[in-house]
T-cell receptor
Framework: NAGVTQTPKFQVLKTGQSMTLQCAQDMNHEYMSWYRQDPGMGLRLIHYSVGAGITDQGEVPNGYNVSRSTTEDFPLRLLSAAPSQTSVYFC??????????FGSGTRLTVV | AQKITQTQPGMFVQEKEAVTLDCTYDTSDQSYGLFWYKQPSSGEMIFLIYQGSYDEQNATEGRYSLNFQKARKSANLVISASQLGDSAMYFCAMRERERDDKIIFGKGTRLHILP
């Protein structure tokens, strides 16, 4: 099925560990973004990309890196996990118009 | 400054009644888009409806309509004949064409439909 695929769905990390959240879409969308969702905060934009090779920071980029080597993939890297990064992470992609198609989310806990 | 404001953290509505979820936005752009998403307890984000700033008519999608008042910078979601399955979190969002086309979200309104 076409859509946005995020892996893993759940992850527990220890403080200081690194990991990569994977995101792939098969809709040939140019625009992709990463959001985090925390209780009472809505969805906050971490990083986004308007096409392969182009990325930029959103509202809360600190502690996260991204790259966009292909149109399909947009991984999010946590270099040194902190408890403040405990959250639900959503990847989303968008075509020329309308809103995003979201992945199913990754629930990350940092202990 | 907050770009998207949803003033109702939670709402309780009787089944079959109409519901209006409030959303105000702040932008200096002339070209922008407004969205509503639904997030049920299962967690997925479901796109409901879209309104472009140049659209002359209010957007409608089935039981959903967007009451767009451009001068007031208001984009309220109206759900007609509410159902138990409408119980969810609802997010208003805006895309500004002149701001790298990012989409930013409000903090959401949790809607509870009572039987």
């Amino acid at each position: 099925n076409a859509g946005v695929t995020q892996t893993p769905k759940f992850q527990v990390l220890k403080t200081g560990q690194s990991m990569t959240l994977q995101c792939a879409q098969d809709m040939n969308h140019e625009y992709m973004s990463w959001y985090r969702q925390d209780p009472g905060m809505g969805l906050r934009l971490i990083h986004y990309s308007v096409g392969a090779g182009i990325t930029d920071q959103g509202e809360v980029p600190n502690g996260y890196n991204v790259s966009r080597s292909t149109t399909e993939d947009f991984p999010l890297r946590l270099l040194s996990a902190a408890p403040s990064q405990t959250s639900v992470y959503f990847c989303a992609s968008r075509g020329l118009n309308y809103g995003y198609t979201f992945g199913s989310g990754t629930r990350l806990t940092v202990v | 400054a907050q770009k998207i404001t949803q003033t109702q953290p939670g709402m309780f509505v009787q089944e079959k009644e109409a519901v209006t979820l409030d959303c105000t936005y702040d932008t200096s752009d002339q070209s922008y888009g407004l969205f509503w998403y639904k997030q049920p307890s299962s967690g997925e984000m479901i796109f409901l409806i879209y309104q472009g700033s140049y659209d002359e008519q209010n957007a409608t999608e089935g039981r959903y309509s967007l009451n767009f008042q451009k001068a007031r910078k208001s984009a309220n979601l109206v759900i007609s004949a509410s159902q138990l399955g409408d119980s969810a979190m609802y997010f208003c969002a805006m895309r500004e064409r002149e701001r790298d086309d990012k989409i930013i979200f409000g903090k959401g309104t949790r809607l509870h439909i009572l039987p």
